[in-house]
């Protein structure tokens, strides 16, 4: 009989705000676009991003590059609020609406499905009222707790 | 009868270096990211990105919204390379291998299929030999010549 | 000043009775794989279909197609609710578990996004409770209204 | 020290051809849809199909569903060539040009990139020389070898 994961026992909503505190750790990425934790919850997070006049691509419109990464990040935040470490495998990006610099977004993460290891969610990005992007992400989840100090880092295993 | 189209005189090869360098002037975002243009040419592109330390994710692994953004990027110098301008509508990234700061990427993108106003471009992105990311990008034509100076952005059409 | 369209004065929900009506009547495909229109309503659709003996892949479990085409249809009934002959252009699904002969199949379409010429539609295919795909399909409108009787079909425009 | 699985000691064209025949035994659904195995090879194969009267959907052309069907049935011979059962977990597909009973369709799938449990697939579906649909496949091999006679299915395990 092995010992049940202590993990198991906490509130879902206080283990998705634990996992979103260790990532925020070591999340550089997010910090350096200016994207902003809203919300977090058991599948789910919201994350707003301003946008800069240096995202402008070669037409002058935000680049797809960093809508597509807020929505991503959002997605990330979402699928890792289980406790397990999990990664992104597959994602979707439809871009709806030209963003221009000065915007801000937000994007919000939904679970649409988790079987196995695979989960799929939703991530609409919006600017106000306005849908800018639809994201879909899919999960596969990977060797180690995000809440056990000692776990190596996915590619590590 | 109205007047043929300048620019359908012009070789690919050098109608596709002129819109890189009429995009590149606008083209803050893949600057920031230190995104290079490699090469260029009808239908296809080839640019680099060093990983930096701070575009580390919440795993301490590169997260994929710069892979995705160096690859959306050689999509957009690709589709953009015939004289029109063209915009990202729908993109899938498949994330093959976990990617570390220091590494050096290449996104190679190439033309699938052409037809009316829509395309299918095929972008692999590889460290070294190894394929970390594949990518398929469809664009749109919209409204403007890249090489018409007074041509407007797209959202202002 | 141009007459406005008879069909914007229907209710929303006698327009999309009578456009799935309209393309019941060309429909072979859906009859001859008896997929049956459960219900129909603006931007959204729900269909079943029992899977036969005959729809088994090489590994003896419903091929991958024909859940596909359940979706697609419900995608189609629901894109196709508001009047305008509309078509799919990019459609991606996931199969999250294996199907057997004999499972009844009930597909639900719903309408994320509509913005100019294009929708976005989400379908999840369930087996009794479980979900077995979920699908998004990318419409886009063409030319002609789907009640009016003389109206080509769109590859004839 | 495990035996070395005897499978491993095929030609990879042997093999491939082997697998087919395996696969075409159990396949009652490209059988039934009247879709034609031409020719198979390590991680690549190529299908036909003539369509039908009955394959026409609401709008009087070919059924989406169906182009899927056939390019999903090429992805699943190329993906199965190396000898061990392999499913589709993500499919995408774009739909370039409509098309009419009669057609006759050929699908060519080709191995992009296989590492560890996943692998992707590029199909083109053409009716004579025009590209009618781009379709991307995602695999993923499960428990059991083709060639072994007693293995069980995949969700029998």
Chains 1, 2, 3, 4 share one sequence.
Not at 91 to 99: E, K
């Amino acid at each position: 009989m092995h010992a049940r994961n202590p993990i198991d026992r906490l509130d879902p909503q206080v283990l998705a705000q634990a996992c979103a505190d260790v990532m925020q750790c070591e999340d550089r990425a997010t910090k350096t676009l200016g994207i902003a934790l809203v919300r977090v919850g058991p599948g789910e997070a919201v994350l707003t991003m301003t946008v800069r006049e240096e995202m402008a691509n070669g037409h002058g419109i935000c680049h797809g590059g960093f809508i597509f990464t807020l929505a991503d990040s959002a997605f990330a935040y979402a699928c890792n609020s289980h406790g397990q470490r999990t990664v992104a495998q597959h994602c979707a990006v439809t871009f709806v609406l030209p963003v221009h610099a000065g915007a801000t977004l937000t994007a919000h993460a939904v679970e649409r499905s988790r079987a196995g290891r695979g989960g799929i969610y939703d991530v609409t990005v919006r600017a106000g009222d306005n849908v800018v992007a639809e994201f879909r992400g899919h999960s596969r989840t990977v060797a180690g707790d995000l809440l056990t100090p000692d776990t190596a880092t996915p590619q590590e295993r």
